[in-house]
């Protein structure tokens, strides 16, 4: 073989070898990139995932509050000698779940984990309406329409609701449907509900058939540039209690035993008005009041614990001064008339109540807020309560909200 030969045939040996090896090496390489690019759509995938599930979080809010607080009792716990005088407890300690669906769906889940309490506040669904963000549809356990009922227990400015409250709106919530009107355009607000009617209102079932309506309606409007702005507005419940048995108490205390008691409905009707007015003078101050009278019906089970029926009557005034920047003064008179068809010694522990409240709130900051509240219930004094019963207290609570 030719010296020429020879260096051709090397050459070609040589480009052939390294063909083949920069082949093996493309091979290999090509094989790698499709092993990361499984990995990395692997990747791509699972932030995908993820940002999906931090924007639902996202639609998530979390918010509550907890109440603390210590109580002295003029009387015992219950205006008995031998009953406890002062107390520490959790009066409320609430966590609210709000999330928003979509935009225009919302759903809201509230528990109250106070001492010796685990209870459901709320628990409803909310939507607007199509084409119609005026009109929002609720369904589920809310608020019965009401201001003071409405108005949230980390912001009141003393302790408690007032009696007459507490006691024709027993437990504040109910479970059924609600419209609620609020345009934009005017500052008016209509609400009308259809409700189970139950007596404490958070009962799993309806006690019977009938449901209750309840309707209110509040406008707002200013004076004086602005520096004063008022609500008013009223409200009413219709409804009714199927007594399940034959032993109704009547108006007048008497007992009715007839057979036809036993299915018939007894009267929850009662109407309402209200007023709020607040001045932007001096720090601050804000003047608030309703009225409530009506027929009101109570269950019972037996001849010893009749069904009831009764005429009331209530109304209450506060008056709230902000004192600086962090404290405020409250004071609140309200009067619970459970049966007005009867008085003194007719009455028998249907007595009315004059109420006497002042507090006194420190605000540490936006979240802190410490109290000072006294009660001074003064009953209707008869053959039953000859004297005034000593059921004052006074509450000392330490709130905490986030």
């Known amino acids: 073989m030719s010296t020429m030969k020879k260096i051709i045939t090397v050459f ?64 015992g716990l219950i205006a008995k000698e031998n009953d406890p005088k002062t107390s520490f407890f959790i009066r409320r300690a609430r966590i609210k779940f709000t999330y928003e669906a979509t935009d225009g769906i919302r759903f809201v889940l509230q528990p109250d984990f106070s001492t010796g309490n685990l209870s459901l506040k709320d628990a409803y669904a909310l939507a607007y309406l199509p084409k119609l963000r005026s009109l929002t549809l609720w369904a589920g356990q809310f608020n019965r329409p009401n201001y003071e009922v409405e108005y949230s227990s980390s912001q009141r400015e003393v302790t408690e609701r007032s009696r007459m409250i507490r006691t024709i709106y027993p437990g504040e919530r109910e479970v059924g449907a609600k419209l609620e009107f609020n345009p934009s355009e005017i500052p008016l607000k209509m609400q009308l509900a259809v409700l189970n009617g139950n007596f404490k209102g958070t009962e799993l079932l309806d006690v019977d058939s009938k449901k209750d309506l309840m309707a209110r309606a509040t406008y707002s409007f200013a004076l004086a540039d602005n520096r004063v702005g008022i609500d008013v507005g009223a409200h009413g419940y219709y409804g009714g209690l199927m007594a399940k048995n034959k032993y109704v108490l009547n108006y007048e205390n008497g007992l009715d035993s007839l057979d036809t008691n036993k299915g018939t409905y007894l009267d929850k009707k009662w109407g309402g008005a209200e007023f709020q007015a607040f001045f932007d003078w001096l720090g601050g101050m804000s003047l608030k009041g309703e009225f409530i009278a009506g027929r009101n019906a109570y269950p019972g089970d037996s001849k010893t614990n009749p069904y009831k029926t009764k005429q009331f009557s209530g109304y209450y005034i506060y008056l709230i001064k902000n004192i600086g920047k962090k404290n405020q003064f409250a004071t609140r008179f309200d009067n619970f008339d459970p049966n007005t068809t009867l008085s003194g010694d007719a009455a028998g522990k249907d007595v009315y109540y004059n109420t006497f409240t002042f507090a006194w709130q420190y605000y540490l900051n936006d979240n802190i807020r410490f109290t000072l509240n006294y009660g001074i219930p003064l009953n209707e004094k008869n053959a039953t309560y000859p004297e005034d019963i000593k059921d004052n207290t006074f509450t000392i609570r330490a709130q905490a909200k986030f």
């Open 12 to 75: 070609l040996i040589a480009a052939a070898t390294s063909y083949g090896y920069a082949q093996v090496n493309v091979d290999s390489l090509n094989e790698q990139v499709i092993i990361h690019e499984g990995k990395i759509n692997a990747l791509d995938e699972r932030v995908l995932l993820n940002e999906g599930d931090l924007e639902k979080l996202k639609k998530i809010k979390v918010s509550g509050y907890i109440q603390a607080q210590f109580e002295a009792y003029q009387g």
